[in-house]
């Protein structure tokens, strides 16, 4: 078998075998195939796509390349959720103990973040003590016995999609739905997960910018799960300004707390209970939403859902008391306001661009070696759609330096005032093939 082959049947239209797909994904990821064949088979994908069958192969391969974890001795279904990113995405940190305070096991491997903020370990480690260095079994033990466990990212898993990924970066090829696909999926499922929720977030703030195209990766990925024996269904959800209002680390853990206490913003609400719903039914503990929905909030009202979330701070060397008082998280040495320029409604907020402001605070990483500031970033008061009056308040910015007229100046130029405003849609519609 030849790659040069491999690359003119797929520029061609022609469909590639499973073994041609694993000849390459072997091939690459031993560096047997060069970087420049790579690219011109990735190329070619781009421009010529892959069927169900292809793309299926391609992330089953891409699985193959590396370690994969093994959650069989772990009880009852276990329900993974992903999201496909966006600016102030606190879900995983109200998710996980809320679902798993119903008996659904949440076995979560999570990453650290490039961007707006950090990830979900990086907002965790705001918590005196906590961490994620637990060995396999330690994982297992505590996902058995009290149903949610958080550990850091295995450094071998999925290594052909992480050099693919590194060359598609720098060859134009990421924006390629079979490619996004059976990255984002390859990971999932090599982590082990029977049964998987997406939120496939569109909008100025995520990945793909239009409904059309989140349908269309949320599609594709679900066939995915579902071709490879995976349970999958699909959320598309709004991300065209921030979800909640808190935009930062110890910011967001105190808004997820606010949450699971039923004082949380309410499209974060909104959006938690409709992945969790989903996480229930896929667990088998609900037939609908509309009862899964009801457990979620009887979780939530009862106090279940916030004491399972200081059991997990507390398995994990964290200082649970923090849930009890908000001050113990990091706090910013600087508040500052953010005033309406003129008065009218909040027509939009370029999700991304107010992210980029929270970062420049230092609440995210431009580089893998910057180092985040867990005290910073932004808390919103007012939302797309709201009426604000000149002079009044819209955000407050949370610093460690006094002077942020640049964070500023990025604000503005990215949240807009009009005469008239509507609200955006949050919950698009749910994909389940």
Do not use: C, W
Not at 135 to 152: P, S
């Amino acid at each position: 078998m030849r790659m040069v082959d491999i690359i003119e049947k797929k520029r061609d239209g022609q469909e590639l075998t499973t073994a041609e797909i694993n000849f390459f994904i072997e091939g690459y990821t031993k560096g047997e195939i060069p970087d420049y064949q790579a690219s011109a088979l990735a190329m070619a994908i781009y421009f010529q796509d892959m069927n169900d069958r292809e793309r299926a192969d391609l992330t089953r391969a891409m699985v193959e390349s590396g370690d994969t974890i093994d959650l069989s001795a772990i009880d009852g279904v276990k329900v993974d959720k992903h999201s496909t990113g966006g600016v102030g995405d606190t879900t995983t940190l109200v998710l996980a103990p809320l679902v798993a305070s119903l008996g659904v096991p949440v076995a979560k491997m999570s990453g650290r973040g490039l961007g707006h903020t950090g990830g979900t370990i990086d907002k965790l480690e705001s918590i005196a003590g906590f961490h994620v260095e637990l060995t396999r079994e330690q994982f297992i033990d505590l996902v058995n016995r009290d149903k949610v466990a958080v550990i850091g990212q295995s450094g071998n898993l999925t290594p052909a999609d992480k050099k693919l990924y590194a060359l598609r970066d720098v060859t134009g090829t990421v924006n390629s739905i079979p490619l996004i696909a059976s990255s984002i999926m390859s990971k999932k499922i090599a982590a082990g997960a029977d049964a998987i929720v997406l939120d496939v977030k569109t909008g100025d703030g995520a990945f793909m910018k239009t409904q059309e195209d989140a349908e269309k990766l949320a599609h594709a990925m679900v066939r995915i799960g579902n071709h490879v024996g995976r349970k999958t269904i699909a959320i598309i959800s709004d991300m065209s300004q921030p979800l909640g209002f808190a935009i930062g680390n110890a910011l967001e853990v105190k808004e997820a707390i606010e949450t699971l206490q039923g004082k949380g913003p309410k499209d974060l609400t909104e959006l938690v209970l409709t992945l969790g719903s989903q996480m229930v039914i896929l667990a088998g503990k609900a037939k609908t939403s509309e009862e899964a929905k009801e457990m979620l909030l009887d979780a939530i009202h009862s106090g279940k859902a916030l004491a399972k979330f200081k059991e997990f701070l507390a398995n994990q060397g964290g200082d649970a008391s923090i849930v009890d008082d908000l001050t113990k998280l990091p706090q910013a040495k600087y508040k500052i306001e953010l005033p309406a320029k003129q008065s009218g409604y909040i027509s939009r907020m370029v999700a991304d661009e107010i992210g980029v402001a929270s970062m420049i605070l230092g609440a995210g990483r431009a580089t893998k070696e910057d180092v985040i500031d867990l005290a910073v970033g932004l808390v919103l008061h007012k939302k797309v759609g709201d009426k604000v009056e000149e002079g009044e308040s819209i955000l407050t910015i949370y610093s460690n330096r006094e002077n942020v007229e640049d964070v500023k100046q990025k604000l503005y130029d990215n949240i807009f005032i009009a005469d008239t405003a509507t609200t955006p849609t949050l919950i698009h519609t749910v994909i389940t093939e």
